[in-house]
């Protein structure tokens, strides 16, 4: 139910409104509106005075605040599905963990590096279901090597970096902690690469520091916002942007600071699980269940932290500059329905007086051909204004050829939102047409080149090799993509 800060029904008090009377301007709730059917199409209408009703909508965290939405945060792990992918992530990680404790160290790179693929690979999946406003835990995907295992423990090692490499740059310049020394030591010691285990660091420097621990509690406040920025940034470097975070912080404000005390609650619930499956790991590795079950309770719990900062996104990703502001709008009553039966209405919908203005304009068949005709004799300037004013026409109405006339015009002109535009078109609205993967090349060069959108650039390449292969498009495309993917 909406809280109750929200407008309430006038007839009805206790029961929330979703529409007001365009004419009485009373609000309604489903009991006062009614459905007619005016020829195809449904309109809503006020039952006492017979006015239009309007849909009210609201910013989606007036609807549910953050904190209401965090109440639910722990039964989000504990569906069929979340135990499923818990299990099925708890049981590779139990093995490659495993596999770190007994190879050689060169030999633990790769184990090492698998097991960071998949615990950052699943963490950030949730987050962006969360973001989506998902409320089941997704399967991760693991098919690419580059996007789906190297990417994300990149942005995991560099947004968890301003804890451990902030707190290891001030033992170093701080702190009198000579690391080439540490460093000569541990490579001169036989047993680290039998063993793989590093010599401990003084870390009891820093324990007797009081800017080492405001350092340390300002690094863990900062944490959050910088896992948030992995996945609503568009490059690594985004995530260690420290203008970008402090700006986000300062406009989420309230919400940030909920989102600080539930990870800290789930740090302190962490800790303990991290006890108790310390202790399991201890049992002889004969009981390889006892591995998994603790594996499966750490999962649980980071299940838990990554939905708590997908919700923030979902709540108020739009201060963060992530997606557009009108998808943080919704209506009161989403999915609500006037409690009354369809009524459908013989009387035709009144006709519009089109102004002067309206009747004189060509119609949209004339503008089209207007359109062909600008194309054919390479008018650019006339080509672009009439593409732009028919851009409420389907994609299908406008032949390929002239999405990709004025993409390529658009391009050259250096409106690169228009040229996205026009070659995304040509390509959805013919897809199997010779000239969609052409388009589709053009679009990743703009997105890449002009635009500096590496990421997205990637994924349309991929898009063609997948969608068009053994053409030039795709062999061009395979070589602008790494080459793991």
């Not at 002109?413 to 053009?442: F, H, T, Y």
Request: hydrophobic share 50%; charged share 20%.
């Amino acid at each position: 139910m909406p809280p109750k800060r929200l407008a309430r029904c006038k007839r009805h008090p206790s029961a929330p409104a979703g529409w007001r009377c365009d004419g009485c301007e009373a609000l309604l709730c489903p009991e006062c509106v009614e459905a007619r059917r005016m020829q195809t199409v449904d309109l809503l209408f006020c039952r006492e005075c017979g006015g239009q009703a309007e849909t009210l909508i609201v910013h989606r965290s007036e609807l549910a605040t953050f904190a209401d939405r965090l109440t639910q945060v722990w039964r989000y792990p504990f569906s069929k599905q979340g135990l499923m992918v818990a299990a099925g992530l708890g049981a590779v990680m139990a093995f490659v963990g495993f596999m770190t404790q007994v190879t050689l160290i060169v030999a633990r790179l790769a184990p090492a590096a698998i097991g960071a693929g998949l615990f950052w690979g699943a963490f950030f999946s949730i987050m962006r279901a969360s973001a989506r406003g998902e409320n089941e835990v997704p399967i991760p995907e693991y098919s690419d090597v580059f996007s789906d295992w190297l990417l994300p423990a990149l942005r995991g090692v560099f947004a968890t970096s301003v804890v451990w490499l902030t707190l290891l740059l001030y033992l170093v310049f701080a702190g009198g902690w000579d690391v080439f020394q540490y460093l000569d030591r541990l490579l001169s010691d036989p047993m680290f690469y039998m063993t793989g285990r590093f010599h401990s660091i003084p870390g009891e420097r820093l324990l007797g520091d009081p800017f080492a621990w405001v350092l340390g509690l300002a690094s863990l406040a900062y944490l959050p916002m910088a896992l948030v920025m992995a996945v609503t940034g568009n490059g690594l470097l985004d995530t260690l942007n420290p203008v970008r975070a402090v700006h986000g912080i300062l406009r989420l404000r309230r919400d940030y600071l909920v989102a600080l005390g539930s990870l800290f609650t789930l740090g302190l619930v962490y800790l303990v699980v991290r006890i108790v499956s310390s202790a399991l790991r201890e049992v002889p590795f004969e009981l390889v269940i006892t591995r998994w079950l603790a594996q499966v309770l750490e999962c649980l719990v980071v299940f838990m932290m990554a939905r708590v900062l997908g919700l923030l996104i979902y709540t108020r990703g739009d201060a963060l500059g992530y997606g557009a502001p009108s998808d943080y709008i919704t209506p009161v009553l989403a999915g609500a329905a006037p409690s009354t039966s369809l009524r459908v209405d013989p009387a035709p919908l009144p006709a519009e007086t089109p102004t002067p203005a309206e009747a004189a304009a060509p119609s949209p068949e004339a503008r089209l051909q207007e359109l062909a005709a600008a194309v054919q004799a390479r008018d650019v300037p006339q080509a672009l204004t009439l593409y732009t004013a028919l851009s409420f026409l389907p994609k299908a109405r406008i032949p390929p050829a002239v999405h990709l006339f004025v993409g390529q015009a658009s391009a050259s002109k250096g409106d690169n939102d228009l040229a996205v535009r026009a070659l995304e078109s040509a390509a959805d609205s013919a897809p199997d047409d010779p000239l969609a993967p052409r388009a589709l090349v053009l679009l990743a060069r703009v997105l890449a080149e002009r635009m500096k959108e590496q990421t997205r650039a990637e994924d349309v390449y991929r898009y063609i090799v997948d969608r068009y292969p053994d053409t030039e498009a795709a062999r061009f495309a395979q070589g602008r993509l790494p080459p793991t993917s």
